[in-house]
C-alpha cells in the first residue's frame, strides 16, 4: 500500500492537520464565499425564472402545471451536464493552469447566463426557442462543474483543528447570499413591474447582473489561485487534480456513499427554494412578490442556520451534526404537506422559514462530509465529482419529481419524497461509521 493510501480516508470528522504552514483561513474564506455567492446567484436567477417565466414564453401550448413540468426538465440539465463539466476542466487544469480552467468555466457559466437573457419567446421564433434554453442551461452546467477551485478544501485543511466545523461552513453562506440576491432581485421586479414588462424585459435583468458579479467573484478566486503563494500551498496539501476515473477506480465506497450522505440536504434544497414557489404560484392565490418576500426572509434565516451548524459540528463533531439535521427533516417531512397546503400565507411561509432554517442546518457540514472522505492527494478532484454526483442525485430532479407527484398523488407525498432522502442520508452515515471501523 502507497503511502498515500495509508492515510485516514473516511473520516467525516477528521482533516489532516495544516502541517505548520503559515495559512490565514480568513484570507481564504472571502474569495470562497464570493465565488460561491455568484454562482449560486446564477442558478437561483434561473431557478426562479424557471417558475414565473419560461413556461409562459417557452412552453406557452402547454397547460400552466405542464409548461412548468417541461421547464423543470430543462432545469434539470445542468445536473445532467455538471459532472461532465468537471472531467473536460479537470483536463484544462491538469494540462494548462488552474487559473486557464477557472477562466474558462466561469466565463462559459455567466456566458451561458448572459446568453438566457437575450433568447427570442416561442412566440417568436417557435421550437428554436425551448432548444436554445435547452442548450443555454446545458452550458451553465457545463460552467458550474469547472468552477470548482479547490479553496474550499484549502480552507478546512488550514482551519484550526477546533474550528473545522465553523470554516466548513463558511462556504455554504454563498449558497443563502446567493439566493438572497436572486430572490431580492426578482421581488423587486415583480413589485415594480407590471405583468406584460415583467414578461416582456423585466425578467432579464438579473441574467445581466450575472455578468458583473461573476467577474468580481473571478477576480477575487484568481487572486489566490494564480499567485505562486497559493500555488505552493495546493501543492503543499496535495490538492492536484487527479483523473476523474482513477479517483473513482482508487475511491468507488468513498465516491457512493459520499453521493448519498447530503441526498437529504440536497432534496431539501429545492424543496424549500424553487418548488415551494411553484407550488403557490400554480395551485394558490398567493401573489407570487408576496411569496418571493417570505422566501427572502426564508434565507436569512438559513445563512444563520448555516452558522449554528459550525458551531454545532464543533461541539458534537460533523457526523453528529448532519445525523441531527436529517432527523428533523425526516420529523419535518410530516408537517410540510399541511404547512404547504395550507388555507392561510402564514402556514405556506412559516413551512419557508422553518425549511429553510433545516436545510441552512445541513447545508453548512454537508459538502465538507463529502470532501472529508479523500486523502489530500485526492480531496481535490474527489470533492469535485462527488459533490456532482450528489447534486445530480439529490437535487437535480427534486423541482421535477415534486411538483410530478403533487400533481398526480397530492401534496402529502412530496413530504414522503423528502422523508426517503433522509432516510437514505442516515443509513450512509451508518455506514459510513462502518467503513471507518473496518479501515
Known amino acids: 500500500m502507497s503511502e498515500h493510501a495509508q492515510q485516514a480516508t473516511t473520516g467525516l470528522d477528521d482533516a489532516p492537520e495544516s502541517g505548520g504552514l503559515d495559512i490565514s483561513p480568513g484570507k481564504i474564506a472571502f474569495p470562497v464565499v464570493m465565488g460561491r455567492t455568484s454562482e449560486f446567484f446564477d442558478?437561483?436567477?434561473?431557478?426562479?425564472?424557471?417558475?414565473?417565466?419560461?413556461?409562459?414564453?417557452?412552453?406557452?401550448?402547454?397547460?400552466?402545471?405542464?409548461?412548468?413540468?417541461?421547464?423543470?426538465?430543462?432545469?434539470?440539465?445542468?445536473?445532467?451536464?455538471?459532472?461532465?463539466?468537471?472531467v473536460i476542466f479537470m483536463a484544462i487544469?491538469?494540462?494548462?493552469?488552474?487559473?486557464?480552467?477557472?477562466?474558462?468555466?466561469?466565463?462559459?457559466?455567466?456566458?451561458?447566463?448572459?446568453?438566457?437573457?437575450?433568447?427570442?419567446?416561442?412566440?417568436?421564433?417557435?421550437?428554436?426557442?425551448?432548444?436554445?434554453?435547452?442548450?443555454?442551461?446545458?452550458?451553465?452546467?457545463?460552467?458550474?462543474?469547472?468552477?470548482?477551485?479547490?479553496?474550499?478544501?484549502?480552507?478546512?485543511?488550514?482551519?484550526?483543528a477546533n474550528r473545522r466545523g465553523w470554516y466548513a461552513m463558511v462556504p455554504q453562506l454563498g449558497a443563502a447570499l446567493g439566493f438572497m440576491l436572486a430572490c431580492g432581485m426578482f421581488y423587486v421586479f415583480?413589485?415594480?413591474?407590471?405583468?406584460?414588462?415583467?414578461?416582456?424585459?423585466?425578467?432579464?435583468?438579473?441574467?445581466?447582473?450575472?455578468?458583473?458579479?461573476?467577474?468580481?467573484?473571478?477576480?477575487?478566486?484568481?487572486?489566490?489561485?494564480?499567485?505562486p503563494e497559493f500555488k505552493r500551498l495546493f501543492d503543499e496539501k496535495e490538492l492536484q487534480p487527479r483523473r476523474v476515473i482513477e479517483t473513482i477506480r482508487t475511491h468507488p465506497r468513498q465516491v457512493f456513499v459520499g453521493a448519498l450522505i447530503p441526498l437529504a440536504t440536497y432534496a431539501m434544497f429545492h424543496l424549500v427554494t424553487i418548488f415551494p414557489l411553484s407550488w403557490t404560484t400554480l395551485y394558490t392565490d398567493h401573489d407570487a412578490a408576496d411569496f418571493l418576500g417570505s422566501l427572502f426572509l426564508g434565507s436569512v434565516v438559513g445563512g444563520l442556520g448555516i452558522m449554528l451548524s459550525g458551531i454545532l459540528a464543533d461541539r458534537v463533531g460533523r457526523r453528529g451534526q448532519l445525523a441531527i439535521a436529517a432527523?428533523?427533516?425526516?420529523?419535518?417531512?410530516?408537517?410540510?404537506?399541511?404547512?404547504?397546503?395550507?388555507?392561510?400565507?402564514?402556514?405556506?411561509?412559516?413551512?419557508?422559514?422553518?425549511?429553510?432554517?433545516?436545510?441552512?442546518l445541513s447545508l453548512g457540514q454537508a459538502s465538507n462530509a463529502i470532501a472529508s472522505r479523500f486523502e489530500s492527494i485526492y480531496r481535490y478532484t474527489g470533492a469535485a465529482v462527488t459533490s456532482d454526483i450528489a447534486w445530480l442525485v439529490g437535487a437535480g430532479f427534486a423541482p421535477l419529481v415534486a411538483l410530478w407527484l403533487c400533481s398526480q398523488f397530492g401534496l402529502a407525498y412530496v413530504g414522503y419524497y423528502l422523508l426517503s432522502g433522509a432516510v437514505v442520508t442516515l443509513a450512509a452515515l451508518a455506514f459510513s461509521r462502518t467503513l471507518e471501523t473496518v479501515r
Not at 106 to 113: A, I, P, V
Not at 335 to 360: C, E, H, M, N, Q
Open 327 to 360: 432527523v428533523l427533516i425526516a420529523i419535518f417531512s410530516f408537517f410540510a404537506a399541511p404547512l404547504l397546503g395550507s388555507d392561510t400565507a402564514g402556514g405556506r411561509t412559516t413551512y419557508v422559514i422553518v425549511g429553510f432554517a433545516l436545510l441552512g
Open 93 to 160: 487544469d491538469r494540462n494548462f493552469s488552474r487559473a486557464a480552467k477557472l477562466i474558462g468555466a466561469l466565463f462559459l457559466l455567466c456566458g451561458s447566463t448572459m446568453a438566457i437573457a437575450f433568447l427570442p419567446s416561442y412566440a417568436q421564433v417557435g421550437m428554436l426557442a425551448p432548444v436554445l434554453l435547452a442548450v443555454f442551461r446545458f452550458g451553465q452546467g457545463l460552467g458550474w462543474g469547472g468552477a470548482w477551485d479547490g479553496l474550499p478544501s484549502l480552507l478546512s485543511l488550514s482551519a484550526p
Open 190 to 227: 415583480t413589485r415594480a413591474l407590471g405583468q406584460d414588462d415583467f414578461m416582456a424585459w423585466g425578467w432579464r435583468f438579473p441574467f445581466f447582473v450575472a455578468l458583473a458579479l461573476n467577474v468580481v467573484a473571478l477576480f477575487a478566486r484568481l487572486r489566490l489561485v494564480a499567485t
Open 43 to 86: 442558478f437561483f436567477v434561473y431557478g426562479i425564472a424557471a417558475v414565473l417565466v419560461f413556461p409562459y414564453l417557452f412552453f406557452p401550448d402547454s397547460d400552466p402545471v405542464q409548461a412548468t413540468l417541461k421547464s423543470f426538465a430543462v432545469f434539470s440539465l445542468a445536473f445532467i451536464a455538471r459532472p461532465i463539466g468537471s
